[in-house]
């Protein structure tokens, strides 16, 4: 695996530490799961008729890179910036001994890779970016000529009725660490640094949870939590509580909406 630990400290101070989150990451993301194989099914006209050169970035515990691993790629790579999530993930990587695949652990926003890939997929990992237009614009230059570009992204409806009950019971904006984008926004992006739409899909999923509490415990275990500074009274904890039950459906207590959006680019011709 590469190391550049400095520079990957560095960045994990502005997101939640992936290394905490690992071991029971497979457990808490459904709606993470779900974007992964949406992504995936939407990518599959799009790929070469030759085995591809693939890079998987922000691959985690491996939700999309086992399906992956499973098109007989010439080359499966797999960037992270979290050693605890890449290797549950070679764990995972280990069943396929026939296909070459490799592990990075480095910072996306600041790799350099020693090859140029046919596919490039990233499968909710944008919103924790620092600058997702300096991003759409390096990962460009990863890709061979025509490359393919799929982009795993949760949209701004995401968890709507947290922010809603966060803000009646507080009078405050929820502030998340994660950003979420709108898909004209993304398409604006990506654009701009030279790509090409090709097909879109998204979807709400709806997560349920038994209470409010394991709703929350739930997304923290997952990295999506508050990154306010003021944290909140016994009242508005309360309140919180007594909003959050108003999502109440027949299967579950407290039901939290996903706005799941996968993209499909092709970089231009270099
Ligand atoms: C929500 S998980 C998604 C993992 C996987 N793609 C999936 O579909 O389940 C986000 C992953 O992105 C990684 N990540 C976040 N920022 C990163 C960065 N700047 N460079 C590389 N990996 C990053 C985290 O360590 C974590 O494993």
């Avoid at 069943?95 to 926003?109: G, M, P, T, V």
């Amino acid at each position: 695996m590469v190391q550049s630990r400095q520079c990957i400290e560095c960045v994990k101070e502005q997101m939640p530490n992936f290394n905490i989150k690992a071991p029971e990451y497979d457990s808490v993301s459904e709606p993470q799961a779900e974007l992964a194989r949406g992504l995936f099914d939407l990518s599959l006209d799009y790929l070469p008729d030759t085995p591809p050169v693939l890079l998987d970035v922000g691959c985690g515990t491996g939700h999309l890179t086992l399906d992956l691993a499973t098109l007989f790629p010439k080359c499966l790579d797999c960037l992270d910036i979290s050693n605890e999530m890449l290797k549950i993930c070679k764990g995972k990587l280990r069943d396929f001994s026939n296909i070459k695949w490799r592990l990075f652990e480095n910072d996306a926003e600041n790799f350099e890779p020693d090859t140029k890939y046919d596919v490039i997929y990233c499968s909710a990992v944008i919103q924790w970016f620092a600058n997702l237009p300096k991003f759409s614009a390096r990962v460009k230059k990863w890709l061979k000529p025509n490359g393919i570009l799929c982009i795993g992204a949760l949209g701004e409806k995401t968890l709507c009725e947290l922010r809603d009950a966060y803000y009646k019971a507080t009078g405050r904006e929820l502030e998340t660490m994660a950003k979420f984008f709108s898909l004209s926004k993304l398409t604006d992006i990506f654009k701009k640094a030279g790509f090409e739409l090709q097909d879109t899909a998204e979807c709400i999923y709806t997560q349920g949870f038994e209470s409010p509490i394991i709703a929350l415990k739930t997304l923290g275990k997952m990295g999506v939590s508050g990154a306010g500074k003021k944290p909140l009274n016994r009242t508005e904890v309360q309140r919180l509580k007594e909003i959050l039950l108003k999502t109440k459906t027949k299967n579950a207590a407290v039901n939290f909406s996903w706005e799941l959006i996968a993209m499909v680019f092709k970089g231009n011709a270099l």
